[in-house]
């Protein structure tokens, strides 16, 4: 399975992050192309926090 890995940030308090693991349906490629979409509709849910970085990968629960 595939996953979507955010790092997301408090916006009062930048240093405070943490990842956040979201499955995505489908092949990397298309997480790699569509993954703005679910990071999009994250962050329209999660107002208080900003995405500083995403990827698209393997599930960790597949490792």
């Keep these: 399975m595939i996953e ?5 940030c408090l ?3 930048p240093g405070d992050c ?3 693991r ?4 489908g092949s990397l490629m ?9 990071v999009a509709e994250w962050i329209g849910t999660h107002p208080k926090w900003q995405i500083s970085r ?4 393997p599930s960790a629960h597949d490792a």
């Design 4 to 8: 979507l890995v955010m790092t997301v």
């Design 18 to 20: 943490k990842k956040e």
């Design 22 to 25: 979201l499955p995505f349906e």
């Design 54 to 57: 995403w990827r698209c990968g």
């Design 30 to 38: 298309t997480c790699a192309r569509s993954g703005q979409f679910a």
């Design 11 to 13: 916006l009062t308090q």
